[in-house]
């Protein structure tokens, strides 16, 4: 017979954060999260998404033991200003058990009609800066700190109880050697001239910051026209610069402006933590956060998390400057792979910019969705 009880105490987080930990232990490629952030993440003293979202978690237990958890989450930015009558879910991990996966999707179900939503659409977090998607191929790819990994038997459960594949995702990666600079370097001198641009040399995080808020202003912009965009609000930004930007080195976030100091373009490249996730096995103290800083210092992987570029400058090669700046930075530290976070597979925009280095995909993952 099986359980379900709504998480509310803190036990109860803990036993849903930690629930990943159970039924992924034996896998080389799954990459532990780090608990006491993903505690901070339903905590609504803490994420200010809960200004604009709910979020209902749910624990599955079979013979007195967690078999499966799912968050039900509403953005009611999404629902409201967008008349999107979606049910979001996330966070949905579950044993090899159709009942298991099922009596989980009908809290999900239950919340959604008590709300008059039309669908429910999973897994996705909060926002477009959550994980997002299920996988679907690469299965013996490690994993990395901004996705989900999952067995490869929870598709079929999504198939059994009646989803349909909703938007479909691609992760890519390329050897640096790949990255040859005659495809950009001139183009990126004509493109500044043209356009009295000039990349941001910023070494220090302190001299990130002043120009924090308006990456996230024209990340709302350059996404605004994607599917299932949220725009981020002010107090997000605030909560964003605390959880992001103490991980990635300065020199990995690229800015390019105009003569009068406007942002335009901007990308944001993460040191690859996924071995140093492994080690530390979600625990930053009393040793993981020096591991994440040898990781941070060290890593001769990449991964590349935003990119964007204002409206006005997109299809004139902007990207060029980007990657000059990130050829530099790259050669300097003697970065070996480069990866790419999830990417829309019918985005041909961002393909035909990465076309030259000659990208692998190593991992397809989807959201699914289902009528309520």
């Known amino acids: 017979m099986i359980t379900i009880k709504k998480v509310e105490t ?3 987080y803990k036993t849903f954060v930690k629930f990943p930990f159970q039924i992924y232990k034996d896998s080389k490629y799954w990459v532990p999260p780090i ?5 901070a993440t339903f905590d609504k003293e803490k994420n200010p998404i809960f200004n604009d979202a709910e979020a209902t978690l749910f624990l599955a237990y079979k013979a007195n033991k967690v078999v499966g958890r799912i968050a039900a989450i509403i953005n009611w930015l999404e629902v409201k200003d967008q008349d999107l009558k979606k049910m979001r879910f996330g966070w949905f991990d579950f044993i090899d058990d159709l009942e298991v996966s099922k009596a989980l999707l009908n809290e999900v179900y239950t919340i959604g009609k008590k709300h008059n939503l039309v669908y429910s659409e999973g897994p996705v977090g909060f926002s477009n800066l959550d994980k997002v998607g299920v996988m679907t191929e690469g299965y013996n790819n490690l994993s990395n700190m901004v996705t989900w ?3 490869s038997y929870y598709v079929k459960h999504y198939e059994a109880h009646g989803f ?4 479909k995702y691609i992760e890519s990666r390329f050897p640096f050697e790949n990255v ?3 495809f950009f370097y001139k183009a990126q001198e004509l493109i500044k001239r043209r356009y009295k641009l000039r990349a941001l040399d910023l070494k220090k995080t302190s001299e990130v910051m002043p120009y924090a808020d308006k990456m996230f202003d024209l990340f709302n912009e350059t996404y605004a026209s994607l599917s299932s965009f949220v725009a981020i609000t002010d107090i997000q930004k605030e909560y964003f610069k605390k959880k992001f930007i103490s991980f990635i080195n300065p020199e990995y976030i690229k800015f390019v402006v105009d003569s009068d100091d406007k942002l335009i373009a901007f990308a944001v490249v993460m040191p690859g933590f996924a071995e140093a996730l492994q080690q530390i096995n979600g625990k930053l103290f009393p040793f993981g956060f020096l591991k994440l800083l040898k990781a941070k210092k060290e890593s001769k992987d990449v991964m590349f998390y935003l990119i964007g570029v204002h409206p006005d400058y997109q299809n004139k090669g ?3 400057v ?9 050669t300097e530290r003697g970065i070996k792979m480069c990866y790419r976070t999830p990417e829309l597979e019918d985005n041909e925009a961002i393909k035909k910019i990465w076309k030259h280095f000659s990208p692998e995909i190593y991992m397809r993952r989807c959201t699914f969705k289902k009528q309520l």
């Open 164 to 167: 349909t594949v909703e938007k």
């Open 322 to 330: 980007i990657f000059n700046e990130y050829y530099n930075t790259f």
């Open 180 to 182: 040859k600079p005659e």
């Open 10 to 12: 803190k036990a109860d």
């Open 149 to 151: 990994y999952n067995h």
């Open 35 to 39: 608990i006491s952030q993903e505690l």
């Open 318 to 320: 902007v990207h060029a």
